[in-house]
């Protein structure tokens, strides 16, 4: 591609971003790595205890995006104080909404017998830790908002190394198995979260938040919860039928799901520029530069799903082994191995557009959006399980959500209706 003058801010910006996205579903790809060792049981519970967990949390994402794009246009509109006041009520906002996570919940997502039961447990000791991870999205929406994306990195990069030593120390050292793995996670969320408060007040230094302001953020923020609501449910759908079909058939979903979310949150590395790059220039009234950065943004997006998915084909035969050596998901895995690598440059084009339209605060057409293609889902997914399709034809029907939501995701952005000028009222 063409050198482009707003390339250097997007790296920039996309670079620390990659790091701290990366770093967050690496909790569940290593429980994945290191329960899966311990046999197709393990798994299986993993599978279900971890996809429930991860939507939970997903669900709660709103604080971060909304308010990264809230705190930018704030700060492009010169409103920096008005920007540390909102930040400084996240946090609040954030015990306020959050649940407990302790209640059981794996039958409704298909657990059976010794599944269930390990599923249970994990679900019990790993909600302790949902308190703590909200504190650090808050904290993460706000930096993000003022441009700051290498403190978060610094932060996440040590809560995984410490997660990933305790684990192997509990799973192994005192032979704890699966709950070893959920309370290494835990403890590394915890020292993530206070990590987050206190960077977060030395920068706003406890203002007390602006009421009309976090009025205006729930409901974005409500529009970003039933986008994120319906797309979880997708996948928690896929779970679910893919575990009435067999251990097999979920253990490598579960391999293939914690792979897609990774390989996603890396691609939204640009996105969040994009959030933190439009909305700064729409608040400045700079509505043709936000555009063409945003152009900009969904090229690179692009071309980075597309070396994704040529490594996924590269290294099929390789990466479902590092995750269990049981034939029988090995095999299932590499059903949908193909499928899987064509889907990552949709989801570079996809997040790219999120990111600019989360940034825009266009969130209204965003829910709309991902209920349209979840529509399109839920019925292959169910047509997959009374038909006998396999897990090829649940993964088939997450391909044609990825395709909804980049048709109607695109056709948005050629409009003009998004770019809106201006601080948010």
Not at 53 to 65: G, H, K, M, V
Not at 71 to 78: D, E, F, I, K, P
Not at 131 to 145: I, N, V
Not at 229 to 254: E, M, Y
Request: with cysteine; aromatic share 8%.
């Amino acid at each position: 591609m063409r050198r482009s003058p707003y390339d250097r801010e997007i790296l920039g910006l996309a670079v620390p971003a990659l790091g701290a996205l990366a770093a967050e579903p690496l909790y569940v790809l290593v429980d994945t790595a290191i329960v899966g060792h311990l046999g197709t049981l393990q798994l299986a519970a993993l599978a279900i205890a971890a996809t429930a967990l991860t939507s939970a949390f997903t669900i709660f994402n709103f604080l971060t995006y909304g308010t990264t794009a809230r705190v930018s246009r704030l700060h492009g509109a010169g409103q920096e104080e008005q920007a540390a006041r909102l930040g400084a009520g996240i946090g609040i906002v954030l015990l306020l909404v959050m649940t407990s996570l302790a209640r059981p919940i794996a039958t409704l997502m298909g657990g059976k017998g010794e599944i269930l039961d390990q599923a249970t447990t994990y679900l019990r000791i790993a909600a302790l830790g949902a308190p703590f991870f909200m504190l650090a999205s808050a904290g993460q929406g706000f930096l993000r908002g003022i441009s700051d994306l290498r403190t978060p990195l610094y932060i996440l990069v040590v809560a995984h190394v410490v997660n990933v030593v305790l684990e192997l120390l509990f799973v192994y050292g005192f032979g704890w198995g699966l709950r070893g793995s959920a309370w290494g996670t835990v403890i590394a969320q915890a020292g993530m979260g206070a990590a987050f408060v206190w960077v977060q007040a030395r920068a706003s230094g406890w203002e007390p938040p602006d009421l009309t302001r976090i009025r205006s953020l729930m409901r974005i923020g409500g529009e970003i919860a039933v986008r994120t609501t319906a797309l979880l449910g997708s996948f928690l759908i896929a779970s679910a039928v893919l575990a009435r079909i067999g251990p097999a058939s979920l253990g490598a979903h579960q391999i293939a799901f914690q792979l897609f979310v990774f390989l996603a949150l890396v691609l939204d590395a640009i996105a969040i520029a994009g959030q933190v790059m439009v909305g700064r220039m729409l608040g400045a009234g700079d509505a043709r530069g936000a555009r063409v950065a945003a152009t900009r943004m969904i090229g690179w997006a692009v071309a980075a799903g597309t070396l994704f998915g040529l490594g996924l084909l590269t290294l099929g035969g390789v990466i479902p082994h590092a995750f269990t050596s049981d034939r029988a998901v090995i095999e299932r895995a590499h059903e949908i191995w193909p499928l899987f690598a064509a889907m990552m440059p949709l989801n570079g084009a996809v997040f790219a557009l999120d990111g600019i339209l989360i940034g825009a605060g266009d969130t209204r057409f965003l829910m709309w959006g991902m209920l349209a293609a979840a529509a399109v889902y839920v019925p292959v997914a169910l047509l997959a399980l009374h038909q006998g399709w396999g897990i090829l034809g649940v993964w088939a029907g997450l391909a044609g959500l990825i395709v909804v939501r980049l048709l109607t995701c695109g056709s948005r952005f050629l409009g003009h209706r998004w770019a809106l000028t201006g601080a948010p009222a």
